[in-house]
Each structure stands twice: as structure tokens, then as C-alpha cells.
């Protein structure tokens, strides 16, 4: 324990705060906890309250964002330019609110775990995305009336599925996002 200056804290308004250096401990959701080793932080001598500078609370959100293999800005935005598509019809393309793609690329929001692995399928099968953006969400297809089944359009569209490369594994319903069925490499 490195202590290097003292100021009362802020939330008790009787302790002191102590500068140091120690493992910190990051709730990540759903219960999981993850452990990053040797952040700086101020932490009060009286109620436990721990503060983390900028610098430490980036390093911390790097080690989640690693941990949870989440899509950095610069990914997201190099995925779109790879799609020549702008930030709203990233979104509109993805059956997603019209600003959801830029809090993403500006990197005040992120992308779920599996949103994120959904955006690499789309990178390495662009033909999807395109089929997606033809698609248009948007209103116009809600309740389409097709001639083949849902899996038959996805194998016909998708040369992946028809040889086994890859293979459905969700149940498709009439109101069914075409964006949000996983396909799982075999």
C-alpha cells in the first residue's frame, strides 16, 4: 500500500482518502466478477469508497471490454465503411433505433457480447448485410406473405447454409427479424 496524499472523502465526508495501488474487482453483470490487477484508486480510510482516477477507470474498461470481447469504436466504424454505409442505415440495416450505431461508433453505448458476434458474421458473410439492407425493416416487410419457407429463402440467399458450412439453429415466426438468426459454424 502506497499512500502518496490524503483528502477527506467525498461521500462519507469524514474519512480520508488514500492513494494506492491494488487489484480491483469489476462487476460485469450477471453475477460474473472480474479481476484486474494493480489500478490506482483512491480509497476512504472510514467507509471503504473507492474512487478511480481517468486513467484507472479506462484501464479497467479496457480489461472488461477484452474480457467480454466487445467491438471497440474503431471496429465498428471500419465494419460500416466496410458496408459503405452510413451510421443510420447501419442501424436501420441491423433493425436497430436510428442512433444506436453512433453512440456505439462514439463509444458512449456498446454492443452486447452477442450483438458483437453477430456484427463479425455479417463481416465475414457481407452478402448477408446486403440482403439485409434490401430487406428494409423498416415498415414495408412487417407481415410479408412468402412463397418458400423462411429456411428455404435463408439456404437459396445463402450459399453458406445449402453447403453445411453453416446451419440454422433458431425457429423463424412470421414477424421474425431475418438479422437476428444465429447461424453456428459446424
Known amino acids: ?26 462487476n460485469i453483470g450477471e453475477g460474473q466478477k472480474l479481476h484486474v490487477p494493480n ?5 476512504c480510510d472510514k467507509c471503504g469508497e473507492e474512487i478511480l482516477s481517468l486513467e484507472s477507470a479506462r484501464a479497467v474498461d479496457a480489461a472488461i471490454a477484452d474480457h467480454t470481447e466487445r467491438l471497440t469504436p474503431n471496429e465498428l466504424r471500419e465494419l460500416r465503411e466496410q458496408f459503405g454505409v452510413d451510421q443510420t442505415e447501419m442501424s436501420e440495416a441491423l433493425g436497430l433505433g436510428g442512433k444506436t450505431f453512433h453512440r456505439w461508433e462514439k463509444g458512449t ?19 448477408a448485410f446486403e440482403w439485409l439492407r434490401s430487406r428494409r425493416w423498416k415498415g414495408r416487410n412487417r407481415h410479408v406473405t412468402r412463397e418458400q419457407s423462411p ?9 453458406a447454409l445449402a453447403q453445411n458450412r453453416v446451419r440454422l439453429t433458431t425457429a423463424m415466426t412470421d414477424r421474425c427479424n431475418y438479422a437476428m438468426v444465429l447461424l453456428v459454424v459446424q
Do not use: H, W
Not at 489500478?39 to 480509497?43: A, P
Not at 452486447?112 to 452478402?127: K, Q, V
Not at 429456411?151 to 450459399?159: L, N, T, V, W
Open 109 to 127: 453505448q456498446y454492443p452486447s457480447r452477442s450483438m458483437g458476434y453477430y456484427l463479425r458474421l455479417l463481416r465475414e458473410f457481407p452478402e
Open 39 to 43: 489500478i490506482e484508486m483512491e480509497v
Open 1 to 26: 500500500m502506497n499512500t502518496t496524499k490524503e483528502t477527506t472523502c467525498p461521500c462519507c465526508g469524514e474519512g480520508s482518502l488514500r492513494t494506492l495501488k491494488r487489484d480491483y474487482i469489476a
Open 151 to 159: 429456411e428455404a429463402e435463408m439456404q437459396q440467399r445463402f450459399p
